[in-house]
């Protein structure tokens, strides 16, 4: 059984350009959520997808944004990248029940020069 | 809003030593608690969780109690290795159907195990 899976591993953009980030969830996982880890923090919620619709949002600004695809998978954009924006970004994914257990695909690593 | 403060590192211990790392929460409801370890150069991985006041949650050797009454969910193991040395963040969710199903991560602690 794959887990959540992530791509690219790693990726160099510069100022003002834009980005896309690509993950797919666990098998039987409907909700996607994306976390942002600049170095040495814990991870910052971005937001989280359920059924094809933003559901929930973190404090980040509107250049970021992201899309749920009928199977579930997701991703997320960045535009007008800032040196700030460099960061290890993590999907999760969770199933039904009560308990929301997120599982966690290995980041891809952003680098804005 | 929720948060999770954690004990600040970096924590070094020799092999076979005891650990605690001390985590406390604010939240407005009734929060799941977890651990969650990261490798080095590697995303995270659930380490253990609770559900509800009183409960323990136990991987690995690793063990944490919820605690309501002093909010708190410190990580404890009696007897580390040099395979655990990693990054371990605690982390609360208010629960499906709460309104804010996000994780709220505390900073993070390093742990470094000698031989």
């Known amino acids: 059984d794959a887990g959540v899976t992530q791509s690219p591993t790693h990726l160099i953009k510069t100022r003002g350009q834009q980005v896309t980030l690509r993950c797919s969830p666990k098998?039987?996982?409907?909700?996607v959520s994306w976390y942002q880890q600049a170095l040495g923090q814990g991870p910052q919620f971005i937001f989280q997808?359920?059924?094809?619709?933003?559901?929930q949002r973190g404090n980040f600004p509107d250049r970021f944004s992201g899309h749920q695809f009928p199977n579930y998978s997701s991703e997320l954009n960045v535009n007008a990248l800032l040196l700030g924006d460099s960061a290890l970004y993590l999907c999760?994914?969770?199933?039904?029940?009560?308990?929301?257990?997120?599982?966690f695909g290995p980041g891809t690593r952003l680098t804005v020069l | 809003g929720n948060s999770v403060t954690q004990m600040e590192g970096p924590v070094t211990l020799s092999e076979e030593a005891f650990l605690t790392i001390n985590c406390t929460y604010t939240?407005?409801?009734?929060?799941?608690l977890f651990w969650y370890v990261q490798y080095p150069g590697e995303g995270l991985q659930l380490l253990l969780k609770?559900?509800?006041?009183?409960d323990k949650g136990s991987n690995k050797g690793f063990e944490a109690t919820y605690r309501k009454e002093t909010t708190s969910f410190h990580l404890e193991k009696g007897s580390v290795q040099v395979s655990d040395s990693a990054v371990y963040f605690c982390?609360?969710?208010?629960?499906?159907?709460?309104?804010?199903?996000?994780?709220?991560f505390g900073k993070g602690t390093k742990l470094t195990v000698n031989p």
């Open positions: 997808y359920y059924e094809e619709e933003e559901r």
């Open positions: 609770a559900t509800k006041a009183d």
């Open positions: 999760a994914s969770s199933g039904m029940g009560p308990l929301i257990e997120q599982f």
């Open positions: 982390a609360l969710n208010e629960g499906r159907g709460s309104g804010s199903e996000k994780l709220v």
């Open positions: 939240a407005t409801g009734y929060p799941s």
């Open positions: 098998s039987g996982h409907d909700t």
